[in-house]
């Protein structure tokens, strides 16, 4: 069940659920918009390839403001630190907004019950002319739902408690052995 604003409001009126900070306004009828953080990473250029088993080096950038390249892409984090009970799940969807601007926003979509930390944003720019972006304006927007109760193995993992963007960790995954 997707929840809707009055339930959302409580949730945060009683510290069950955190987003920090947050203004009344932005809150939706069944949304929570998150705002764009003053972080942001690029890949750095390699003349090899690039590796699921290996980490990439990121160039950061810290600022007000952003241009993200034509056809270029861009990890950056959300303004908020959120804090889902083990009960709630959250999807992660860019604003209709700022998807017509050609500036698609993706965090791989889900947030798994338990987590907690500001959300790193996947930001590919469409357009054949750079986008500048900047920190402080609504970028996206998270739906919460409620689980059918608490989870049994709430989200522990390797991007927990991250404060700002954080690069693919990837490498750490265990499912197959490294190069």
Same mark, same amino acid.
């Given at each position: 069940?997707? /929840?809707?604003?009055?339930?959302? *409001? =409580?949730?945060?009126?009683?510290?069950?659920?955190?987003?920090?900070?947050? %203004?009344?306004?932005?809150?939706? $009828? #069944?949304? @929570?918009?998150?705002?764009?953080?003053?972080?942001? /990473?690029?890949?750095? #250029?390699?003349?090899?390839?690039?590796?699921?088993?290996?980490?990439? %080096?990121? =160039? *950061? @950038?810290?600022?007000?403001?952003?241009? @993200?390249?034509?056809?270029?892409? @861009?990890?950056?984090?959300?303004?908020?630190?959120? #804090?889902?009970?083990?009960?709630?799940?959250?999807?992660?969807? !860019?604003?209709?907004?700022?998807?017509? /601007? !050609?500036?698609?926003?993706?965090?791989? !979509?889900?947030?798994?019950?338990?987590?907690? !930390? #500001?959300?790193?944003? %996947? /930001?590919?720019?469409?357009?054949?002319? $750079?986008?500048?972006?900047?920190?402080?304006?609504?970028?996206?927007?998270?739906?919460?739902?409620?689980?059918?109760?608490?989870? =049994?193995?709430?989200?522990?993992?390797?991007?927990?408690?991250?404060? %700002?963007?954080?690069?693919?960790?990837?490498?750490?995954?265990?499912?197959?052995?490294?190069?």
């Amino acid at each position: 069940m997707i /929840l809707p604003d009055r339930k959302i *409001k =409580e949730l945060l009126a009683n510290g069950e659920l955190r987003v920090e900070p947050i %203004e009344p306004v932005q809150i939706g $009828p #069944a949304s @929570v918009d998150l705002r764009l953080g003053t972080t942001f /990473l690029t890949p750095r #250029a390699t003349q090899g390839m690039y590796s699921m088993s290996e980490p990439i %080096e990121y =160039e *950061k @950038v810290e600022g007000e403001f952003f241009v @993200v390249p034509a056809h270029g892409f @861009v990890l950056a984090t959300t303004h908020e630190f959120i #804090a889902l009970p083990d009960y709630l799940t959250a999807f992660v969807e !860019g604003r209709s907004s700022i998807g017509r /601007l !050609g500036l698609f926003i993706q965090n791989a !979509g889900w947030v798994d019950p338990g987590f907690e !930390g #500001a959300i790193t944003l %996947e /930001l590919f720019n469409a357009n054949s002319a $750079p986008m500048r972006i900047q920190a402080g304006r609504r970028i996206c927007q998270l739906v919460i739902a409620a689980a059918d109760g608490p989870v =049994e193995n709430p989200y522990r993992g390797k991007y927990q408690g991250q404060r %700002e963007t954080t690069g693919s960790r990837a490498y750490l995954d265990i499912e197959v052995p490294r190069d």
